[in-house]
């Protein structure tokens, strides 16, 4: 298919519209039926503005097919004539269009609308249930709007559609049937169970359901009114909810969603806010918020198009349901031992943000969905949640796919898989770990331990002296020996660098750690600004987001790493490692965290109030200087290191083989210091060699 980018479509010739008509009409075939559309809502959206596009600029090119201005695209029929046509709604995308709309509204009435009934749009299926004597006698779907399908025998499996009404009225309740997000799990648990592929998500496994005839199990679906035809003409739309649910019928009401008068539209802009924020945490799936005028004698004042009333329309939210391509499956061994499978995506936008990795929960995950490298497949992301891989869509497998392989050993040190229970571990658990984070801590940049290479970590490991970085500060001189290749002077010189590292900068210890998303830089950052491990630990969520350079999200990941390092932290506290005070001392400048400022660091040091850049090769006193170790020592000065040249920097250190770096800051008139006479400038702060 060679449409598929969003917004910005153009169809430039009518080979390209033909095709795109064509397109269009199966997708809405395929969503309206049993919901199996390769396109996300937002394709599908574009593409309908991109059809739109080309039949207003080539007016006498239109197709009779084409599903512009028909309820359902005109790709579904029914052939239960409605009562009242079931019309679907207008879009808008945002605020401004928003204003359009509600300014068009007025000005055909000819006054401002008489207040506003702000409510969510259900992402389900339209329905209409009709009543004799308070009895329920026939559902139907929408259809393409004058005529529906009947699906009366689906009726007993959805709740909040009553059988029997409290009053014996006749009358046709309007309103939407979908899987709520327990009714989705709770009906993919069912399906498995009778070997039936999963729904890919919860509209679709609505739309499915509801057509479904002689399926060996029963899922169940949940009703929402927003619509009736036959009770008092007179009712506005929030009265009449307010009858449907003395009538015994489930409406919104019943949700932090609860649709809301409004007096002016920017009470309905706040709603529409309001609800959007809500949507992560609802417990069934909305795409968007709908406007209605709420009185009955402005809405029959604006009357229905032939699509959509001129007195509703739809805000929509972006989809949360992207579909997109499954590229790989990489295995990642916990700190635990826990080895987990991840998806890797062929980039795609849900809601503003690029996901590009989605989790698979575990192993029999992947073998329950039936995933294959290469199929594609729908990815949900909403709010915070971490994006995962719902469903593929088999249907639109080409054989190029090829099965996931699953890791016959520990991805990480080699040994067996305990595969017992649904999560695989490492046969070594946390000691697979072990080996790993003991050589990152004595790491040149960490704490710094000289003679604690790779082999000797391992052997500390397999010996069993050594099960974290902690168990180092308790190592004795005959447990050494009883090393094989271990001599008395490695043995002394091993044990002198690990007292050595006791006494570590707080931020080299942190950074040993190993805490996800914490490397150098940021470790240096979060010891300034906590000043002792202690209240590096106290801290929690928002006063770790106050550190510059750790947003909310990485907040956190890394509040939940320290509690789960605790008996790690514990146990190092109790070898007085990084309790001694070396860190800067600082309080955070109000105001100022807009990432670059040069704030940190002690006031008075030589480079206080400079944003400093170290590029090439360090030579005289430096020469040895490692380049976190050129950054502590920006810091210890009062500057503030960063890697890359801006036009806030105020320093480059060039050495030699300075490249791009230094001719930026010669393009931006940043000053420029050679190494020895930076090393000058901050001689008093040098290591003493
Ligand atoms: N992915 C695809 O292939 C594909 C194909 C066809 C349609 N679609 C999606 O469906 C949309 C068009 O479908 P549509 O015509 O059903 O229109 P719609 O979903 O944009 O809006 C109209 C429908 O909203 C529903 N609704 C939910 N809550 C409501 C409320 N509170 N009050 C009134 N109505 C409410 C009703 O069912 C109504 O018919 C497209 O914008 C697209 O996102 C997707
Ligand atoms: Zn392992």
């Not at 391509?325 to 890797?344: F, K």
């Not at 002690?602 to 400079?610: D, E, F, I, S, W």
Request: with cysteine; glycine share 10%.
């Amino acid at each position: 298919m060679t449409f598929m980018t969003e917004n910005s479509a153009l169809l430039l010739s009518p080979a390209a519209y033909a095709e795109a008509v064509t397109t269009a009409l199966a997708a809405s075939a395929a969503y309206y039926g049993d919901g199996t559309t390769p396109l996300g809502d937002d394709e599908y959206d574009a593409l309908l503005r991109a059809i739109a596009a080309y039949e207003e600029a080539h007016p006498d090119e239109a197709l009779a097919e084409s599903p512009t201005g028909k309820v359902a695209g005109g790709a579904v029929q029914g052939d239960v004539p409605h009562s009242v046509p079931m019309l679907s709604l207008d879009n808008v995308f945002d605020a401004d269009e928003l204003a359009e709309w509600a300014a068009g509204l007025e000005r055909r009435l000819g006054h401002p609308v008489a207040g506003w009934c702000v409510e969510p749009k259900l992402d389900g299926l339209a329905v209409a249930a009709r009543y004799r004597g308070g009895r329920l006698v026939q559902l139907l779907t929408r259809g393409d709007g004058l005529a529906g399908e009947d699906i009366t025998h689906a009726a007993g499996a959805v709740l909040g559609l009553p059988p029997v009404l409290t009053e014996p009225v006749d009358v046709e309740l309007r309103g939407e049937v979908l899987l709520t997000t327990a009714q989705f799990e709770e009906a993919n648990r069912i399906r498995l169970a009778h070997e039936a592929t999963p729904f890919a998500h919860p509209r679709s496994g609505a739309a499915g359901t509801l057509r479904a005839k002689d399926r060996p199990y029963r899922i169940e679906l949940t009703f929402f009114a927003y619509g009736a035809i036959g009770l008092d003409e007179d009712l506005g739309h929030l009265a009449l909810l307010e009858e449907l649910a003395v009538l015994g019928a489930n409406t919104a009401a019943t949700t932090a969603a609860a649709p809301t008068r409004c007096e002016t539209l920017e009470q309905v802009r706040d709603r529409i806010d309001a609800i959007a924020g809500l949507r992560a945490d609802l417990p069934f799936g909305i795409d968007g918020v709908v406007v209605k005028a709420d009185t009955a004698e402005d809405q029959r004042q604006a009357g229905n198009g032939s699509r959509a009333p001129r007195w509703a329309v739809a805000r929509k939210l972006a989809a949360e349901h992207k579909v997109t391509r499954l590229l790989a499956v990489e295995w990642n061994v916990g700190r635990t031992g826990i080895i987990a499978p991840r998806a890797v995506l062929e980039p795609v936008v849900i809601d503003g943000v690029t996901v590009t990795y989605a989790t698979l929960h575990n192993p029999s995950d992947i073998a329950r969905r039936g995933l294959m490298i290469g199929d594609q497949v729908f990815v949900y992301r909403a709010g915070d949640v971490i994006p995962r891989v719902e469903a593929p869509l088999a249907d639109q497998r080409t054989g190029a796919e090829s099965p996931v392989v699953f890791p016959e050993a520990c991805p990480r040190c080699g040994d067996a898989i305990d595969t017992s229970e649904q999560r695989w571990r490492c046969v070594r658990g946390r000691g697979c770990q072990a080996v790993a984070s003991v050589i990152y801590a004595a790491g040149r940049d960490q704490l710094d331990i000289e003679g604690l290479g790779g082999t000797r970590a391992v052997q500390l490991v397999e010996a069993g002296l050594v099960k974290d970085i902690a168990d180092l500060f308790t190592l004795t001189r005959e447990q050494l020996l009883g090393l094989e290749r271990m001599g008395e002077t490695s043995a002394a010189n091993l044990l002198a660098a690990i007292e050595t590292a006791r006494g570590a900068a707080l931020s080299r210890v942190f950074c040993a750690l190993g805490v996800r998303g914490t490397g150098r830089t940021m470790s240096r950052r979060i010891a300034a600004h906590f000043g002792s491990m202690a209240a590096i630990r106290a801290a929690d969520t928002d006063t770790l987001a106050g550190v510059d350079g750790i947003g909310t999200e990485k907040a956190r990941v890394i509040a939940a790493e320290l509690v789960e390092l605790a008996p790690l932290l514990d146990k190092l506290q109790a070898q007085q490692v990084g309790v001694q005070v070396t860190e800067p001392q600082h309080e955070p400048v109000p105001g100022t965290g807009d990432g670059e400022a040069p704030e940190d660091g002690p006031a008075g040091g030589p480079l206080t109030g400079q944003a400093v850049v170290v590029t090439g090769s360090m030579t005289g006193p430096l020469a040895e200087l490692s380049r976190n170790e050129m950054n502590e020592l920006i810091e210890r000065a009062g500057g503030k290191a960063s890697s890359s040249v801006s036009k806030r920097t105020t320093l480059l250190v060039a050495g030699e083989k300075a490249g791009s770096k230094r001719a930026k800051a010669e393009e931006l008139g940043i000053r420029i210091l050679g190494p020895e006479e930076f090393a000058a400038l901050v001689a008093d702060l040098l290591p003493t060699p």
